[in-house]
């Protein structure tokens, strides 16, 4: 397995509390928290260069500068929805229980949300899939990785998933760089399957809890 690229939380804020984890205590199992915690109040995660955070309706014009960006949806899987068109879409929509996680991704020096990231098809709270994308002009900087890695690290460390996977279009080489950096597992081809509303070849990536700590321990020991 590849070694994973990790980089310290640092700052882990939960909105309602306002109370911070310091670096790596939620390696420890007796810290951890249901998931339902997370989804009903997402955290804030600080990593070197981003800030992962819940969206408000502030962030509208920046993420007006790259969701109409066609060249960012290659291979999502779909073209951009009423949603990515209209951006000022996501808060009007009315208030339910969540079932997944949708959190912006900025850049710290600026605060601007640069991309965003989902987890979602969760099931029994064991489970579930992620999706990240970042406008073009942050392609190439490693920005997908750190947060990518840190947010594993939050699922895995402080919840009680045991499993995270994704599906990547055979084409996608960036992507697939990217999920091996943070030892996501290639587990499979699918031939010609359906990728939310595009038939494709993709690999099935996957990583388990254990492969985490399994790589924490040594990489902790470098910190």
Not at 16 to 25: F, G, L
């Amino acid at each position: 397995m590849n070694e994973m690229k990790v980089f310290p939380i640092g700052k882990i804020v939960n909105q309602e509390e306002n109370v911070s984890a310091p670096d790596w205590c939620s390696h420890w199992p007796n810290n951890r928290r249901k998931l339902a915690d997370y989804i009903n109040n997402k955290p804030t995660i600080e990593t070197e260069r981003l800030i992962i955070r819940p969206m408000t309706v502030k962030d509208v014009p920046a993420l007006k500068e790259w969701m109409l960006d066609k060249s960012i949806y290659t291979y999502w899987g779909k073209g951009p929805g009423k949603a990515e068109k209209n951006p000022e879409l996501l808060f009007k929509k009315e208030e339910k229980q969540a079932k997944s996680f949708h959190l912006g991704i900025a850049e710290k020096n600026t605060d601007k949300i640069i991309g965003d990231f989902w987890v979602y098809l969760i099931e029994n709270n064991r489970m579930a899939s992620v999706a990240i994308r970042l406008s073009k002009d942050c392609h190439g900087k490693g920005y997908g990785t750190e947060a990518l890695s840190s947010m594993t690290r939050l699922f895995f460390e402080k919840t009680e998933l045991k499993r995270l996977w994704t599906k990547v279009d055979v084409r996608n080489i960036s992507s697939q760089r990217m999920l091996e950096k943070c030892s996501y597992t290639r587990e499979g081809l699918i031939r010609q399957g359906k990728m939310v509303n595009t038939w494709c070849d993709y690999y099935i990536y996957g990583m388990l809890a254990s492969d985490l700590f399994d790589n924490s321990v040594v990489e902790m020991k470098k910190i």
